[in-house]
């Protein structure tokens, strides 16, 4: 069985995610799709993968253009189909997936859903409009973690084409890593890091009232780092003292650089799908301290590969936050454990392997559906 692999991202975790899934995949792979102004293209290219390079496009505009122009996507799904591909699979969705799987058709498609429910944002409901039509089209669809089945089925996905496979670690960045980045970021004093695009689940405010309460009898450090708005934490942040801000897109040659030994990763988010912040944590073998909520509980075990403390709440953050401070050992051994554990169960040979498992099950039933049509009896009238 071959696989068309399709990631038309252009940065972010779904990025090395592909990349890495597809080099695993790569004795079934058919052909890897990916956009030409992809943050990794040259990854790709030095990979040996058999490749589509496709210019895609940049902001709104161009994306309306690129909705518009279904000639140009007709022919992209040409292109893929010469390759001879027995299943079609997205790791990440982009909104010329429902195009290019309508035009793949009668092709299986299966589909990586990471947020079944949109995060807050006009964005976000936009791109959600395109990741249903996907969606429906789906011989079989792929979350990331447990929590997320009853989303998709709200979604009328029926609970058995759904698929659960917990992605591995991102230690891709490792090898990107610039040398000088580790360090101009060396401190004596721990370091909490909140890292991330910045938006409003993603609870900085919660890490901030928290980081107010310890600061006043520890020597710590607060390090933000990531693209987004801070204006509405603006009042917040002038009343701290000893909180750096890296507010920037960060390359992907910048990103282990922050991860630095004596981190503590802390993911307050009010609502997740799943992070791919404790993933890169886990290369790094910092400890994560993150919020009980999503998919979130699923990657980390609490007590053993980090600690979880319950959404909303600044205090039990702050008393979290300050006993790993006042326990380096025990925080040391927490990311020990949250990398080993990756590295035993959630390596990436499992993970390809139970992918192509899927791959091969949407490809079986497909088949199935094929040879009852061609079965059924002429209608007689």
């Known amino acids: 069985m071959r696989i068309a692999m399709i990631y038309l991202g252009r940065r972010g975790s779904g990025g090395p995610t592909s990349l890495t899934l597809a ?5 079934h792979l058919a052909v890897a799709v990916v956009s030409s102004y992809a943050e990794q293209l040259a990854v790709w290219q030095q990979s040996g993968l058999p490749l589509i390079q496709t210019p895609t496009y940049h902001g709104l505009v161009g994306a309306l253009g690129s909705w518009l122009n279904q000639p140009r996507l007709q022919k992209l799904a040409l292109e893929i189909r010469s390759h001879r591909p027995d299943v079609v699979l997205y790791p990440m969705i982009d909104t010329w997936s429902c195009f290019l799987q309508w035009y793949l058709r009668p092709i299986p498609g299966v589909v990586v859903v990471h947020d079944p429910t949109p995060h807050p944002g006009l964005f976000h409901g936009l791109v959600s409009l395109f990741e249903r039509a996907l969606i429906r089209q789906a011989t079989r669809c792929i979350t990331l ?27 891709y960045y490792q090898a990107q890593a610039r040398p000088e980045s580790q360090a101009v970021l060396r401190s004596e004093a721990p370091v909490l890091l909140f890292f991330g695009r910045i938006t409003a689940y993603k609870g900085l405010e919660v890490l901030l009232q928290a980081f107010a309460q310890l600061s006043q009898h520890h020597a710590v450090r607060l390090r933000i780092v990531g693209a987004g708005s801070l204006r509405p934490y603006q009042s917040r942040l002038d009343g701290l003292q000893n909180v750096e801000i890296v ?41 994560v301290i993150a919020t009980n909520t999503g998919g979130l509980a699923e990657q980390i075990i609490d007590g053993a590969t980090g600690l979880l403390v319950e959404p909303g709440s600044p205090e039990q953050l702050a008393t979290a936050i300050e006993h790993l401070l006042k326990n380096p050992s025990f925080a040391r051994q927490l990311g020990d454990n949250l990398k080993r554990d990756y590295i035993e169960s959630r390596n990436w040979d499992i993970i390809a392997e139970r992918v192509y498992h899927v791959c091969q099950q949407a490809w079986s039933e497909e088949e199935q559906k094929h040879h009852a049509t061609l079965a059924k009896p002429p209608y007689a009238g």
Do not use: C, K
């Open 23 to 27: 080099t695993h995949l790569a004795d």
């Open 145 to 171: 973690s447990q929590s997320l089945v009853p989303d998709l089925v709200r979604q009328g996905v029926p609970q058995h084409m759904i698929d659960v496979i917990p992605m591995g670690m991102l230690s």
């Open 247 to 287: 507010n920037r897109w960060i390359g992907e040659e910048e990103v282990m650089g922050f991860f630095t030994p004596n981190s503590i990763v802390v993911l307050p988010y009010t609502s997740a799908s799943q992070s791919g912040v404790i993933r890169i944590a886990a290369s790094a073998g910092v400890p």
